[in-house]
């Protein structure tokens, strides 16, 4: 089976500027999750769905990150404005029972 | 809620020796207890897991792992490391209520020196 896509594999903006990641999930997998993994951390939950449904944001900082997941399948993540401080591999995951699968990820750089 | 602590943040071993990456977990309900691995610039990759089933787990590349309920552990072992075993490696829980709510630990490199 096809696993997690994500796209921009790496992207670069500057401060205040907005980007936005996409995630295809396996199919069939009803859980999507979005974590921030900041160099030398493991990773953090920012947002996770069930179906097209928000399970749990309670990290996610509304401020400035949104994220959506319409008719229950593919998910965006967006950042706007970004700050610098938000330079971190941005990873996606599904599942469908016990075991999260991950996509390669998005290296976002702010500078 | 649930949490991950990685005892140590950096092991070293020789390339032939055993290697060992500890865990200790809290959760307040029956949990799910995950490793995974990531290699540089390589997307995470699951090692093994434990389920509520057999306590010992065998994973994937001879790697293994121990649910110790009264410890609260969930150690990595095995028992002849490879050079290409270095890598980042993270415990993750997961506590089986409706929330589906995976917590990762810091981490733990692992340096495999020839």
């Known amino acids: 089976e096809a696993g997690v896509a994500q796209s921009p594999r790496y992207k670069i903006i500057e401060k205040r500027q907005s980007v936005a990641f996409w995630c295809n999930p396996i199919?069939?997998?009803?859980?999507l999750y979005w974590y921030q993994q900041i160099l030398g951390q493991g990773p953090k939950l920012l947002i996770q769905f069930q179906n097209n449904g928000v399970v749990d944001d309670s990290q996610l900082p509304k401020d400035r990150f949104s994220a959506e997941r319409l008719k229950g399948v593919d998910s965006t993540l967006k950042i706007q404005p970004a700050k610098l401080e938000d330079s971190a591999v941005y990873l996606c995951?599904?599942?469908?029972?016990?075991?999260?699968?991950f996509g390669p990820g998005t290296r976002l750089t702010v500078t | 809620a649930q949490s991950v602590t990685q005892l140590d943040s950096h092991v070293s071993v020789s390339e032939g020796t055993p290697v060992l990456l500890r865990c200790n977990y809290s959760s307040s309900y029956s949990p799910s207890l995950f490793w995974y691995v990531q290699h540089p610039n390589k997307g995470l990759q699951l090692l093994l897991k434990y389920t509520s089933a057999a306590t010992l787990v065998k994973g994937i590349n001879g790697f293994e792992a121990e649910f110790k309920k009264s410890e609260t552990s969930f150690h990595l072992t095995k028992p002849s490391a490879h050079m290409s075993d270095a890598a980042e490696y993270f415990c993750?829980?997961?506590?089986?209520?409706?929330?589906?709510?995976?917590?990762f630990g810091p981490g733990t490199r692992l340096s495999v020196l020839p």
């Open positions: 199919s069939g997998h009803a859980t």
């Open positions: 993750v829980v997961r506590e089986d209520n409706y929330g589906q709510n995976f917590v």
């Open positions: 995951a599904s599942s469908r029972t016990h075991e999260q699968y």
